[in-house]
């Protein structure tokens, strides 16, 4: 059974929405702004229903506005900044949000000019298209991320502007449950915000248990026939799988239960948004769902009168963004009370107040900084909330590494009950000694106060620990799961190669018997020894940019000494620092092949040391700022940014010295940022710091056992050890056994036997496994292991692997009547562009090949009559393209040519697709019946006046429809359905249209129509 999306998982999805509280509206029945999809009769009816005495003409001014702001370059800031806003007009009312209006249209499309994309599930409030669902059928060609990618181009077109402005979130789902092999996010349901490159999608992993027989209204039969005659699909209301589908419990419906219900959709759209200005420009983020639920955790235990708990988040997943949400969220949980909140961020280092406060600041909160004792007295003996004039949400930053011990900063009796002072407190599992005074002083500053302590390593000891200092968990989140969601990466420690091992020791053993016995930190520091160490850190450097094919990761370079990091850039300056070029210089250059330019960038020649001493404050912050945008190849530190400090791009770790215990994991996770398609962040140790991280991770994980119990095996597989990959290899031959893997003639002979899909599979899953292992050998310096096996036959062998299953998947969409849309994604998708020697203007021009070959497969894929003879010629032209083999040439007239042949055929499509739509609308969007209109009228018409054909067709529907929908099981049994149809067919061509036709015209209409119901039914594409 080949599942269609629409039967099996739209109409399943609507039907669940309408259960949660939604009106389903007809668009046959319904008319909207095409300029920006409002639906402006519902929106102007809500407008006047929640916002009292109003009148006309503020209603249409409101919409003009919204209208207007809509066009901004903005992400959708301005509008969303109305959306939430309870001081003027309201659009949603928030304070009582079932007075708002909740309906759900499908497909609509959004049209700007000739371009256009109609979403599978659209929710509207008030009238407005905030959310959309797109869905796919189970085991769908490239997963979720086929979808991914056509929303990404979708997202980059100025054209779509004002709806992407205009919507706040994503759901796109295939239906399955998540995967815990599937790293690429291409089997489940996950949800995702807006933005102008791409979208970034989460996972949503429900904590909360429903009554779903309290929560879900019952599904009337008049709603449901209602729905599927609207969508053409009263064909399949019998159907086993179609029933199936409508439980609550498939993941579409699911994570629609978890986003959708009223109080979860009232809570995202007011709290769980957030504009970010990050360096590249600005963004839009949503709360990843253990924010969300921590957030929610907070909230309950306040309403249970508990003013202090930890929330114990895996470094790298967002526990600033978390203090932010929290800031909107709890203002408004303490504003219902008539109490002001007053919030403070909490750290112990200058380094990490700039950081925080950059992040605040970032996602627009005015921010105060506290650096001094005095200051802090000061503010916390004032009763003023709001320092700025806007009344914008603001936050006070504190580092209290100066004061932390001063018995006498806080002394303050005198504070208000109408301020609620929120301390949010940074890493707790350090610098909060309870025989020290800072607690202490907290404590008697505001007996009253929150405090919420923030950690990824909770400080567990038999003397104090973080719970007895700030009570109960309220939240957890482990390292394991923050890698399933892709929020933070594992890491792959890289041992230093031997012959550099030998090359440092000789350095030590020259100084020393230069110098005597010195002192070790200035032994370290000497040039004979920074060299060669540096040496390996740049070629290391530049060899990983190759090997992971980005020139754009960074590294870092955790120094033994301060002195032997300044050592590392006065080296570097001499030995590596990119050299100014002259005039003369540039205009002798012939332009760089694109091979030579690639290499050339992989280069590492812009370095920077960051220390205390070392440049101003602002010089600092400047130099932070080009490392996080690329601008710096590598930093040298010493103590500095080892903690609080995230750079996706940073990816290599150098550790030149030992660090204990917290300080090393909290060191060693800034490389688990994720970035780009990266899946491991590097670690190589120049320090031989497995020995303290195994200690360090022993403590830590009898600690927690005592501490947790069995949540102590959530916290486990940092890194991907050398044990790892052999276990993989070992896997990698036991899939292999059987084969001939020496001859790859044998090996195809021997793969070409095998049928299975699902066998296949597991033989191209190890096979693309080993090219990674590869990769990660090399990087790791485990060389011996690549004489495990060999890899580059094994590569030729994936290869192979990889066509044997792209054959199966073809001849499995053949068999069951899907052949052409397959076809097209597994043709067209796997085309990879491999430009060797390209010169710049011929790299635009790939792009643009790139981007005319997306646009092309697009449209002709989503094509729903694709046995229509100018469809089929239109692929054939694509296939005759495709055979020259030349789509992937690399000379620009080749390039030029294809593109040309390229828009060819897209115009024809888009011409085909336009005359196929104003065919489809005349059929209330019933693609069967445009079928079989066009199938009549190709071949020995039966009328010469197609508008009689169209009179007896749209007869026939009416009359087949009211069949259905007296008996839904009458499509089980085709040989009535076969009798049934002759009847109909009769009736409304020869009797009610007067048209002339004899036995085998009633048999060929017949069959056509049988054919396209029960197809239908049975969920086959058509």
């Given at each position: 059974?080949?599942?269609?999306?629409?039967?099996?998982?739209?109409?399943?999805?609507?039907?669940h929405?309408?259960?949660?509280?939604?009106?389903?509206?007809?668009?046959?029945?319904?008319?909207?702004?095409e300029?920006?999809?409002i639906?402006?009769?519902?929106?102007?009816?809500?407008?006047?229903?929640?916002n009292?005495?109003?009148s006309?003409?503020?209603?249409?001014?409101?919409?003009?506005?919204?209208?207007?702001?809509?066009?901004?370059?903005?992400?959708g800031?301005?509008?969303?900044?109305?959306?939430?806003?309870?001081s003027?007009?309201k659009?949603i009312?928030?304070?009582?949000f079932?007075n708002?209006?909740?309906?759900?249209?499908?497909?609509?499309?959004?049209?700007?000019?000739?371009e256009?994309?109609?979403?599978?599930?659209i929710?509207?409030?008030?009238?407005?298209?905030?959310?959309?669902?797109?869905?796919?059928?189970?085991?769908n060609?490239?997963?979720?991320?086929?979808?991914?990618?056509r929303?990404?181009?979708?997202?980059?077109?100025?054209k779509?502007?004002?709806?992407i402005?205009?919507?706040?979130?994503?759901?796109?789902?295939?239906?399955?449950?998540?995967s815990e092999?599937?790293?690429h996010?291409l089997?489940?349901a996950f949800y995702?915000?807006?933005?102008y490159?791409?979208?970034?999608?989460?996972?949503?992993?429900?904590?909360?248990?429903?009554?779903?027989?309290?929560?879900?209204?019952?599904l009337?039969e008049?709603?449901?026939?209602?729905?599927?005659k609207?969508?053409?699909?009263?064909?399949?209301?019998?159907?086993?799988?179609?029933?199936s589908n409508?439980?609550?419990?498939?993941?579409t419906?699911?994570?629609?239960?978890?986003l959708?219900?009223?109080?979860?959709?009232?809570?995202?759209?007011?709290y769980a948004?957030?504009?970010v200005?990050?360096?590249?420009g600005?963004?839009?983020h949503?709360?990843?769902?253990?924010?969300?639920?921590?957030t929610?955790?907070i909230a309950?235990?306040?309403?249970?009168?508990?003013?202090?708990?930890?929330?114990?988040?895996?470094?790298g997943?967002?526990?600033t963004?978390?203090?932010?949400?929290?800031?909107?969220?709890l203002?408004h949980?303490?504003?219902?009370?008539?109490i002001?909140?007053?919030?403070?961020?909490?750290v112990?280092?200058?380094?990490l107040?700039?950081?925080?406060?950059?992040?605040?600041?970032?996602?627009?909160l005015?921010?105060?900084?506290?650096?001094?004792?005095?200051?802090f007295?000061?503010?916390?003996?004032?009763t003023?909330?709001?320092?700025?004039s806007?009344?914008?949400?603001e936050?006070t930053?504190?580092?209290?590494?100066?004061?932390?011990d001063?018995?006498?900063?806080?002394?303050?009796n005198?504070y208000?009950?109408?301020?609620?002072?929120?301390?949010?407190?940074?890493?707790?599992?350090?610098?909060?000694?309870?025989?020290?005074?800072?607690?202490a002083?907290?404590?008697?500053?505001?007996?009253n106060?929150i405090k919420?302590g923030?950690?990824?390593?909770?400080?567990?000891?038999?003397e104090?620990?973080?719970?007895t200092?700030?009570?109960?968990?309220?939240h957890k989140?482990?390292?394991?799961?923050?890698?399933k969601?892709?929020?933070?990466?594992?890491?792959?420690?890289?041992?230093i190669?031997?012959?550099?091992?030998?090359?440092?020791?000789?350095?030590?053993?020259?100084?020393?018997?230069?110098?005597g016995?010195?002192?070790?930190?200035k032994l370290?520091?000497?040039?004979?020894?920074?060299?060669?160490?540096?040496?390996?850190?740049?070629?290391d450097?530049?060899?990983?940019?190759i090997?992971?094919?980005?020139?754009?990761?960074?590294?870092?370079?955790?120094?033994?000494?301060?002195?032997?990091?300044?050592?590392?850039?006065e080296?570097f300056?001499?030995?590596?620092a990119?050299?100014?070029e002259?005039?003369f210089?540039?205009a002798?250059?012939e332009?760089?092949?694109?091979?030579?330019?690639?290499?050339?960038?992989?280069k590492v020649n812009?370095?920077?040391?960051?220390?205390?001493?070392?440049?101003?404050?602002?010089?600092?912050?400047?130099?932070?700022?080009?490392f996080?945008?690329?601008?710096?190849?590598?930093?040298?530190?010493?103590?500095?940014?080892?903690?609080?400090?995230?750079?996706?791009r940073?990816?290599?770790?150098y550790?030149?010295?030992?660090?204990?215990?917290?300080n090393?994991?909290?060191?060693?996770?800034?490389?688990?940022?994720?970035?780009?398609s990266?899946?491991?962040?590097?670690?190589?140790d120049?320090?031989?710091i497995?020995?303290?991280?195994d200690?360090?991770?022993?403590?830590?994980?009898?600690?927690?056992q005592?501490?947790?119990?069995?949540?102590?095996?959530?916290?486990?597989?940092?890194?991907?050890?050398?044990?790892?990959i052999?276990?993989?290899?070992?896997?990698?031959?036991?899939?292999?056994?059987k084969?001939?893997?020496?001859?790859?003639?044998?090996?195809?002979?021997?793969?070409?036997?095998?049928n299975?899909?699902?066998?296949?599979?597991?033989?191209?899953?190890?096979l693309n496994?080993?090219?990674?292992?590869?990769?990660?050998?090399?990087?790791?310096?485990n060389f011996?292991?690549l004489?495990?096996l060999?890899?580059?036959?094994?590569?030729?062998?994936?290869?192979?692997?990889?066509?044997?299953?792209?054959?199966?998947n073809?001849?499995?969409?053949?068999?069951?009547?899907?052949?052409?849309?397959?076809?097209l994604?597994?043709?067209?998708?796997?085309?990879?562009?491999?430009?060797?020697?390209?010169?710049?203007?011929?790299?635009?021009?790939a792009?643009?090949?790139?981007d005319?070959?997306?646009?092309?497969?697009?449209?002709?894929?989503?094509n729903?009559?694709?046995?229509?003879?100018v469809?089929?010629?239109?692929?054939?032209?694509?296939?005759?393209?495709?055979?020259?083999k030349?789509?992937?040439?690399?000379s620009?007239e080749?390039?030029?040519a294809?593109?040309?042949?390229?828009n060819?055929?897209y115009?024809?499509a888009?011409?085909?697709?336009?005359?196929n739509?104003l065919?489809k609308?005349?059929y209330?969007?019933?693609?069967?019946?445009t079928?079989?209109?066009?199938?009549?009228?190709?071949?020995?018409p039966?009328?010469?006046s197609?508008?009689?054909l169209?009179?007896?067709?749209k007869?026939?529907k009416?009359?087949?429809d009211?069949?259905?929908l007296?008996?839904?099981k009458?499509?089980?049994n085709?040989s009535?359905?076969?009798?049934?149809?002759?009847?109909?067919?009769?009736?409304?061509?020869?009797?009610?249209?007067?048209?002339?036709i004899n036995?085998?015209?009633v048999?060929?209409?017949?069959?056509?129509?049988?054919?396209?119901?029960m197809?239908e039914?049975?969920?086959?594409?058509a």
């Open positions: 059974m080949i599942f269609n999306e629409d039967s099996r998982v739209k109409i399943p999805s609507i039907l929405l309408i259960q949660l509280g939604y009106t389903y509206l007809s668009l046959k029945e319904n008319n909207w702004d300029n920006t999809n639906f402006t009769s519902i929106f102007k009816g809500q407008i006047r229903s929640i009292s005495n109003i006309e003409k503020d209603i249409q001014k409101v919409y003009d506005d919204i209208s207007i702001s809509l066009e901004n370059e903005d992400l800031r301005a509008f969303y900044n109305k959306l939430i806003d309870q003027g007009v659009l009312d928030f304070e009582n079932d708002n209006a909740f309906h759900v249209v499908t497909e609509l499309p959004y049209n700007k000019d000739d256009s994309f109609r979403p599978d599930i929710l509207l409030i008030n009238g407005m298209p905030l959310v959309f669902i797109e869905v796919k059928k189970p085991n060609h490239n997963g979720v991320q086929e979808e991914h990618r929303m990404q181009r979708r997202f980059q077109n100025k779509f502007r004002k709806f402005n205009l919507t706040q979130f994503m759901v796109f789902s295939n239906n399955m449950i998540y092999d599937d790293t996010m089997e489940g995702s915000t807006t933005n490159k791409k979208p970034i999608f989460n996972y949503f992993r429900e904590e909360e248990t429903f009554d779903l027989d309290k929560l879900l209204q019952p009337s008049d709603n449901e026939n209602f729905v599927l609207d969508t053409n699909l009263l064909s399949i209301k019998s159907n086993q799988e179609y029933q409508k439980s609550p419990n498939t993941a419906n699911s994570i629609a239960t978890s959708f219900q009223r109080e979860r959709l009232k809570f995202i759209l007011r948004l957030a504009y200005e990050e360096e590249h600005l963004e839009k949503i709360m990843r769902y253990p924010q969300l639920f921590a929610k955790a309950r235990k306040l309403d249970n009168g508990i003013k202090k708990g930890i929330i114990w988040h895996t470094q997943s967002g526990k963004a978390l203090a932010y949400f929290n800031v909107k969220h203002t949980y303490f504003q219902k009370h008539n002001i909140p007053k919030f403070y961020f909490i112990d280092r200058i380094d107040l700039v950081q925080a406060a950059k992040e605040f600041t970032a996602r627009g005015v921010v105060h900084k506290i650096d001094s004792r005095d200051a007295s000061r503010d916390i003996k004032s003023n909330v709001i320092h700025n806007s009344g914008k949400a936050i930053v504190v580092n209290i590494q100066k004061f932390k001063d018995p006498d900063v806080i002394k303050n005198d208000n009950l109408s301020v609620q002072r929120v301390f949010f407190l940074d890493e707790v599992h350090r610098s909060y000694n309870p025989k020290g005074s800072f607690l002083n907290l404590e008697l500053a505001d007996k106060s919420i923030l950690t990824g390593t909770p400080l567990l000891g038999s104090y620990n973080s719970r200092l700030f009570g109960d968990y309220i989140y482990y390292y394991n799961l923050s890698i969601d892709g929020y933070t990466l594992r890491l792959i420690r890289e041992e190669e031997t012959n550099y091992k030998l090359v440092l020791q000789e350095a030590l053993e020259s100084i020393n018997v230069l110098k016995n010195i002192d070790k930190k370290y520091a000497d040039h004979r020894f920074v060299e060669p160490m540096l040496d390996y850190i740049v070629k450097m530049e060899q990983a940019r090997s992971m094919d980005d020139n754009s990761i960074g590294g870092m370079v955790v120094c033994d000494s301060s002195d032997q990091a300044k050592m590392m850039q080296i300056d001499t030995k590596y990119e050299k100014p002259s005039f210089d540039k002798a250059e332009p760089e092949n694109y091979g030579k330019k690639k290499r050339a960038d992989s812009k370095a920077q040391v960051i220390l205390h001493d070392v440049g101003t404050k602002q010089d600092r912050r400047d130099w932070v700022s080009d996080k945008v690329g601008k710096l190849d590598v930093l040298f530190v010493y103590n500095m940014l080892l903690t609080g400090f995230d750079a996706k940073l990816k290599k770790l550790i030149g010295r030992k660090i204990k215990s917290h090393l994991l909290q060191t060693l996770t800034r490389v688990n940022r994720t970035y780009k990266h899946k491991y962040g590097y670690v190589v120049f320090a031989d497995q020995k303290e991280f200690k360090t991770n022993q403590d830590y994980f009898n600690e927690l005592s501490e947790l119990g069995d949540e102590m095996e959530h916290y486990s597989n940092l890194f991907k050890s050398a044990e790892d052999k276990e993989e290899i070992e896997e990698i031959k036991d899939v292999l056994f084969f001939n893997t020496e001859n790859a003639t044998v090996f195809d002979e021997q793969i070409s036997e095998i299975e899909r699902s066998e296949i599979r597991q033989i191209a899953k190890v496994n080993s090219k990674e292992l590869y990769n990660l050998i090399r990087l790791s310096g011996e292991l004489e495990k060999d890899f580059r036959k094994l590569s030729v062998l994936a290869r192979l692997t990889n066509d044997r299953l792209a054959l199966i073809t001849r499995i969409a053949l068999e069951n009547n899907v052949d052409t849309d397959n076809i994604n597994t043709a067209l998708e796997d085309v990879i562009f491999a430009f060797t020697k390209v010169k710049e203007e011929e790299m635009i021009l792009d643009e090949l790139k005319t070959l997306g646009k092309t497969r697009e449209i002709l894929s989503g729903f009559d694709q046995k229509d003879p469809f089929i010629s239109l692929r054939e032209e694509l296939e005759r393209l495709f055979k020259k030349n789509l992937s040439e690399v620009k080749d390039m030029e294809n593109i040309k042949a390229l060819a055929i115009d024809k888009k011409t085909l697709e336009r005359e739509q065919l609308a005349k209330d969007y019933d693609a069967k019946y079928r079989i209109h066009k199938r009549l009228m190709e071949k020995d039966l009328t010469d197609e508008r009689k169209f009179d007896a067709l007869g026939l009416t009359a087949v009211k069949e259905i007296q008996n839904s009458l499509l089980e085709e009535y359905v076969e009798k049934m149809m002759m009847r109909l067919v009769i009736s409304q061509f020869k009797k009610e249209q007067q048209i002339d036995t085998t015209d048999r060929r209409i017949n069959s056509l129509i049988v054919k396209e119901y197809n039914y049975n969920g086959y594409v």
